[in-house]
Nanobody, 119 residues
Framework: QVQLVESGGGLVQAGGSLSLSCAAS????????MGWFRQAPGKQRELVAT??????TNYLDSVKGRFTLSKDGANTVYLQMNSLKPEDTAVYYC??????????????WGQGTQVTVSS
């Protein structure tokens, strides 16, 4: 069993900044990737930013240059969100993809944290 503990989020005016963090713990044999997804009302969940075990990052086009994802050596990721826009408003979910045995993997999800950007 893997647990993801999220923190951060909240309400900010457009142009402001927020940060999110997510710590993974539990039965992780080998981490594949960690990152953040988001889901706005009436929309599908979308990838915001992920980082793989090698440190390579992947960002949603609309957040490139504004959001920065980083990871420490203890399976914790940090998402710094700058120049926030109202369209960034959503529930943000932490995701960890990992092997729990040598050849079996699965996804774990956090409970979600609300990010609201007012215009």
């Amino acid at each position: 069993q893997v647990q993801l503990v999220e923190s951060g989020g909240g309400l900010v005016q457009a142009g402001g900044s927020l940060s999110l963090s997510c710590a993974a713990s539990g039965n992780i044999f080998r981490l594949i990737s960690m990152g953040w997804f988001r889901q706005a009302p009436g929309k599908q969940r979308e990838l915001v930013a992920t980082v793989n075990a090698g440190g390579a990052t992947n960002y949603l086009d609309s957040v490139k240059g504004r959001f920065t994802l980083s990871k420490d050596g203890a399976n914790t990721v940090y998402l710094q969100m700058n120049s926030l826009k109202p369209e960034d408003t959503a529930v943000y979910y932490c995701n960890a993809r990992f092997y729990y045995t040598t050849n079996r993997w699965e996804d774990a999800w956090g409970q979600g944290t609300q990010v609201t950007v007012s215009s």
